[in-house]
């Protein structure tokens, strides 16, 4: 089994700035592709950033582009999720992923993952 938790959520004003990270444990976690989500109140979970299992391939959501940066230190089993000029549109649960197959593609869709941390609150206010 594969544990996801995810850190780092919180209260911050428009333009502020937050770093998620997401800590793996249990089965492995380099060579795996992840992601980050968000599902804000009454709406459907987006994909946010999504990364190779290496590291050196990252896609956004046209939505985040140029604000926030996924990376990831394989050796330490944690992703981040650096935001940066936060907008309270930002504001939603955030959760981080895992894909099932190893060096598998950067995925788009929830139902492309089959590995769920258990999300961090991230409020913006204007």
């Known amino acids: 089994q594969v544990q996801l938790v995810e850190s780092g959520g919180g209260l911050v004003q428009a333009g502020g700035s937050l770093r998620l990270s997401c800590v793996a444990s249990?089965?492995?976690?380099?060579?795996?592709?992840t992601g980050w989500f968000r599902q804000a109140p009454g709406k459907e979970r987006e994909v946010v950033a999504g990364?190779?299992?290496?590291?050196?391939?990252?896609d956004y959501a046209d939505s985040v582009k140029g604000r926030f940066t996924i990376s990831r230190v394989n050796a330490k089993n944690t992703m981040y999720l650096q935001m940066n000029s936060l907008k309270p549109e930002d504001t939603a649960v955030y959760y981080c992923?895992?894909?099932?197959?190893?060096?598998?593609?950067?995925?788009?869709?929830?139902?492309?993952?089959?590995?769920w941390g258990q999300g961090t609150q991230v409020t913006v206010s204007s």
């Open positions: 992923a895992r894909r099932g197959f190893v060096f598998g593609s950067i995925a788009y869709g929830p139902s492309d993952y089959d590995y």
């Open positions: 249990g089965r492995t976690f380099s060579g795996y592709p």
């Open positions: 990364i190779s299992g290496s590291g050196g391939t990252t």
